[in-house]
């Protein structure tokens, strides 16, 4: 690591930048992330007012929340191509800039009133159309991270990205709610929109391509990380079948984590019986765990070479926390136990992402790591998309206990698509 800090990069217009400037570009990433993470993740704690102030069921709810997941499911893997093609600074700044505008749209027309309430079509085009724009995000900021880190230092730069993640959720769940109790969804979209105008606004001032090196400082590099790590395959990510089996995993372990993120503000009010504080203090310590963990399980598999293992592992204490969220549920627990089981199960199922998504990365490449990512994401808000459409069905044939079973099933079934640690 210190012979990577200590080479100079050297723009093309003859400009020196140092190696630090990665971390501005990982600073971007993170910021770009957060906004967008904020809509995501936090959209679905303001779930009870939603209901409320749009006239929804739970199903037309499910409907409402997945919309957006549906959006970036529909429309990461293109915008990853396209990062390829163009470069991440263009596909960054177009996405930011038009999830802004439209969240402006949804602050001047899509906001219930004494007057009238936004049919719910008007609501799910709008939700799927916020995602459509924002999966720009992930591959674009993902693969500007992938291109300025190198081996030894990914795991953990990918980790502090995926914080934004929970970050941006944590940040959603203690604005967002408080904003739609006291001012409505006016004030929410209108919050959203500048949070991503301001990361649109830092991508514009530092995120740039890597300039070249060197031939001999690049050979460097090169062989120094080739100690570390198999080469990556010369395959289209599309065309390799080790890397579908990781998209597949991921995109399958993120459903007990978006069941969470969806439901458990609704879990905790209609079944524990919480409140507005209550709830916004759970989702919000999550969060901070979430984000906690994945730095720290970025820099353990960087310092120890077991990202693969990690995943593995990681997997199967999801599996244990879901069960016990379940149990505890069925033995009805007071209203403390269950957000304690809540946040445990949340931080479990969140902390792995930073190091999994460095893999999927490693394996396809730094120059089609915006394919490998825009796959993934595809996967991962899919599952964002069925996940909240069908916690209501499972709980008019069940319980909440058995919407957490089903999500301990979901991690099991990601366990044997994670590749086996490579033996030393």
């Known amino acids: 690591m210190q012979t990577q800090c200590a080479i100079p990069l050297v723009e093309s217009t003859g400009r020196r930048l140092g190696a630090s400037h990665r971390w501005k570009v990982l600073g971007v990433g993170v910021a770009a992330n957060v906004s967008f993470s904020a809509a ?4 679905p704690t303001t779930a009870v007012w939603l209901r409320a102030d749009y006239h929804l069921g739970n199903a037309a709810l499910g409907l409402a929340l997945g919309a957006m997941g549906l959006g970036v499911a529909i429309s990461e893997l293109p915008w990853g191509v396209a990062t390829d093609r163009w470069g991440d600074r263009p596909i960054l700044l177009t996405g930011l800039a038009t999830v802004a505008l439209a969240f402006l749209a949804m602050m001047l027309f899509v906001v219930p009133s004494a007057a009238s309430v936004p049919s719910l079509s008007w609501l799910v085009v709008s939700m799927c159309g916020v995602g459509l724009l924002g999966g720009s995000v992930n591959g674009s900021s993902g693969r500007a991270i992938m291109r300025w880190f190198q081996e ?17 959720g944590g940040l959603g769940a203690l604005i967002l709610p408080w904003l739609a109790s006291t001012g409505g969804f006016r004030l929410v979209y209108g919050a959203l929109a500048f949070m991503c105008a301001a ?4 991508a ?13 400082s690049e050979a460097l590099l090169h062989a120094a990380a080739a100690s570390r790590v198999p080469a990556a395959s010369a395959v ?12 597949l995993g991921i995109g399958i372990l993120c459903i007990p984590q978006f069941a969470v993120l969806t439901f458990a503000t609704v879990f905790l009010h209609d079944f524990a019986h919480v409140g507005l504080p209550g709830i916004t203090a759970t989702m919000v310590a999550l969060q901070l765990g979430a984000m906690v963990m994945r730095v720290w399980s970025g820099r353990f598999t960087d310092r120890h070479g077991n990202r693969r293992a990690y995943t593995k ?3 199967l204490i999801a599996v244990a926390a879901f069960v016990a969220l379940a149990a505890a549920t069925g033995c009805g627990l007071p209203a403390g136990w269950l957000i304690g089981f809540i946040v445990f199960a949340g931080i479990c199922v969140s902390a792995w992402h930073g190091v999994a998504y460095t893999e999927l990365a490693t394996l396809s490449g730094k120059d089609r790591a915006g394919t490998a990512l825009g796959m993934t994401n595809t996967a991962v808000y899919a599952g964002l998309f069925i996940t909240p459409l069908s916690i209501p069905h499972l709980l008019a044939a069940g319980s909440w206990g058995v919407v957490w079973l089903v999500a301990a099933a979901c991690a099991l079934l990601a366990y044997p698509l994670f590749p086996k640690p490579v033996k030393t």
């Open 40 to 43: 995501i993740a936090g959209i």
């Open 152 to 168: 030894g230092e990914r795991g953990l730069a990918m980790s502090i990205r995926q914080t934004a993640v929970p970050l941006g």
């Open 199 to 202: 990361a649109g606004c830092l």
């Open 204 to 216: 514009w001032r530092w995120l740039r391509e890597p300039p070249e090196m060197s031939d001999a």
């Open 236 to 247: 289209s990510p599309l065309r390799d079948t080790m890397i579908w089996r990781v998209v």
């Open 313 to 315: 592992i990681s997997t």
